[in-house]
T-cell receptor
């Protein structure tokens, strides 16, 4: 079974804090993704990575950065958290083969006050 | 630009009342259409991948079908535990997926 884990289920941070969200997958997947999910807006892609040290911007990268130093680990960084970054953050991974369905972690509910 | 539209936004069914969810898509060069189930406060759970028109896949009370413009998720004799939001996504030229906003299904005992 594919397993994607995220470092926290719930997180509360103050405006201006630096926030790290970590994601680990155990299936040797090449691709990893960070999304945020908000009511009425659906899933929106923040950043993705095809390989170690590689990253590509998604639809809403502003205010975020990422790091992928090891194949199994993909981190999302909020350099200076703002209240409009309160959201559910979801990490996913997939292979680069024909069957590239994405497998999701449990999510991190981040609240910025 | 790839687009995915799911309908209805919400659906209430009585237990045992079969129905279908719709996913319409516009994409250049479909590589796969994906269905997910999402329970409140949790990450989406992968259900099916469909690759070409005419393909069908089944899992318990769920059956997914695909045409050149849309996919249907048929739910036969649903139970309350089938209540969830069902997401549809398409993949085209890269490994990114474009998601619809989902259909929230409620099955009433």
């Amino acid at each position: 079974d594919v397993k994607v884990t995220q470092s926290s289920r719930y997180l509360v941070k103050r405006t201006g804090e630096k926030v790290f969200l970590e994601c680990v997958q155990d299936m040797d997947h090449e691709n990893m993704f960070w999304y945020r999910q908000d009511p009425g807006l659906g899933l929106r892609l923040i950043y993705f990575s095809y390989d170690v040290k590689m990253k590509e911007k998604g639809d809403i990268p502003e205010g975020y950065s990422v790091s992928r130093e090891k194949k199994e680990r993909f981190s999302l960084i909020l350099e200076s958290a703002s209240t409009n970054q309160t959201s559910m953050y979801l990490c996913a991974s997939s292979t680069s083969g024909q069957s590239y369905e994405q497998y999701f972690g449990p999510g991190t509910r981040l609240t910025v006050t | 630009e790839d687009q995915v539209t799911q309908s209805p936004e919400a659906l209430r069914l009585q237990e045992g009342e079969s129905s279908s969810l719709n996913c319409s898509y516009t994409v250049s060069g479909l590589r796969g259409l994906f269905w997910y189930r999402q329970d409140p406060g949790k990450g989406p759970e992968f259900l099916f991948t469909l690759y070409s028109a005419g393909e069908e896949k089944e899992k318990e009370r769920l059956k997914a079908t695909l045409t050149k413009k849309e996919s249907f998720l048929h739910i036969t004799a649903p139970k309350p535990e089938d209540s969830a939001t069902y997401l549809c996504a398409v993949g085209a030229g890269s490994y990114q997926l474009t998601f619809g906003k989902g259909t929230k299904l409620s099955v009433i005992p």
